[in-house]
């Protein structure tokens, strides 16, 4: 993934990457301006200017997993199992993809989301929300699934940049693995009275509640005991997110007693994203056809249609071995 270094506008004192780490031990460099990663069916292989390797995936997952701890169990309470070690993980990491968001300045990561897509779920014998919901209906819907999950930003990161590049990343790389649903669950936590599950239905708009079609039924509904009437927590803004892209919401809640939140299933149609979205956060992306990567700042790259060759408007295109391995540049190819 590649996007132009004006795509997402940030303070200067930060430089942030997103990085796509693979199920496969080599992770993916992306948002520096540096060339994109290549794969086979959503498992990205090392970009030019990064030399990837087992170890530093194994380290990054690990870093990972420990922002997740600090998200989920010290901050909103989660009951883990692997709360000794100070991490975040379970049986479904080792089948993902994890995109992560990493500061360069202060060299640590600090935005991150989990990444299933539909082989990877046929290995594992689910999707992760299927342990909270009946999925039945949902996944006779034609095309491609993408679920994502144990979205997290760092605390001192929250504010917008973060949660931009990330999102940024997570709908490119959606539509080079040619994608057709998002899905996942959105977690909220309670407030002080408990879950305003009636309140917050009712602040979500019409255009974002799923027809009887599309319902799933929550494996543990949300106890009567603790719901409650008043709204202390209000729409998060992850979810907030998931609604500005054109997302519904498929039915009641789910209670997750390990991680102290009921969760919605989301749903996201890719083909129903917003216009004016789509123009902000998908400059670059290899379209369906494999063809043409469009760019808006004027630096798409024309994708042959045997995967042979990527050549940019800016003359630093990479030639990409039929085996989609590895890339080198057009100027170190001159150079040679």
């Given at each position: 993934m590649k996007k132009s270094d004006d795509a997402i506008r940030f303070k200067p004192a930060k430089r942030l990457e997103c990085f796509v780490i693979s199920r496969d031990g080599v992770y993916a460099v992306s948002q520096s301006g540096t060339g994109s990663a290549i794969s086979r069916d959503g498992v990205y292989t090392a970009n030019q200017s990064v030399t990837g390797t087992a170890a530093d995936s194994t380290a990054l997952i690990k870093e990972a997993q420990a922002l997740r701890f600090r998200v989920f169990a010290k901050e909103m309470g989660a009951k883990l199992k692997t709360e000794s070690e100070g991490?975040?993980?379970?049986?479904?990491?080792?089948?993902?993809?994890?995109?992560?968001?990493?500061?360069?300045?202060?060299?640590?990561?600090?935005?991150?989301?989990?990444?299933?897509?539909?082989?990877?779920?046929?290995?594992?014998?689910?999707?992760?929300?299927?342990?909270?919901?009946?999925?039945?209906?949902?996944?006779?819907?034609?095309?491609?699934?993408?679920?994502?999950?144990?979205?997290?930003?760092?605390?001192?990161?929250r504010g917008g940049a973060v949660l931009t590049t990330l999102w940024s990343a997570l709908v490119q790389y959606a539509l080079e693995g040619q994608f057709n649903y998002l899905l996942g669950c959105a977690s909220i936590t309670p407030g002080p009275s408990g879950f305003a599950v009636d309140a917050i239905y009712r602040n979500i708009e019409a255009k974002n509640i799923a027809p009887s079609s599309l319902q799933v039924t929550p494996s543990v509904p949300v106890p009567k005991e603790l719901?409650?009437?008043?709204?202390?927590?209000?729409?998060?803004?992850?979810?907030?997110?998931?609604?500005?892209?054109?997302?519904?919401?498929?039915?009641?809640?789910?209670?997750?007693?390990?991680?102290?939140?009921?969760?919605?299933?989301?749903?996201?149609?890719?083909?129903?994203?917003?216009?004016?979205?789509?123009?902000?956060?998908?400059?670059?992306?290899?379209?369906?056809?494999?063809?043409?990567?469009?760019?808006?700042?004027?630096?798409?790259?024309?994708?042959?249609?045997?995967?042979?060759?990527?050549?940019?408007?800016?003359?630093?295109?990479?030639?990409?071995?039929?085996?989609?391995?590895?890339?080198?540049?057009?100027?170190?190819?001159?150079?040679?």
């Open positions: 991490l975040d993980y379970d049986e479904v990491d080792s089948y993902c993809d994890h995109l992560v968001v990493y500061d360069n300045l202060n060299k640590k990561i600090v935005g991150y989301t989990r990444l299933l897509n539909q082989d990877q779920a046929e290995r594992l014998g689910r999707f992760y929300s299927q342990s909270e919901f009946n999925l039945d209906q949902i996944l006779t819907l034609p095309g491609r699934f993408l679920e994502i999950g144990r979205t997290c930003v760092d605390p001192d990161y719901r409650c009437n008043r709204d202390e927590s209000g729409i998060p803004p992850l979810l907030k997110a998931y609604f500005r892209f054109g997302a519904v919401v498929c039915g009641e809640p789910c209670w997750d007693e390990d991680f102290n939140c009921i969760d919605l299933f989301v749903l996201l149609p890719l083909d129903q994203l917003q216009e004016r979205y789509s123009k902000h956060y998908m400059r670059d992306y290899i379209a369906r056809d494999g063809v043409y990567a469009a760019s808006q700042s004027g630096t798409g790259a024309a994708i042959a249609k045997d995967g042979v060759y990527v050549a940019s408007q800016s003359e630093t295109g990479a030639t990409i071995t039929r085996d989609d391995i590895y890339a080198v540049s057009v100027q170190e190819a001159k150079a040679a």
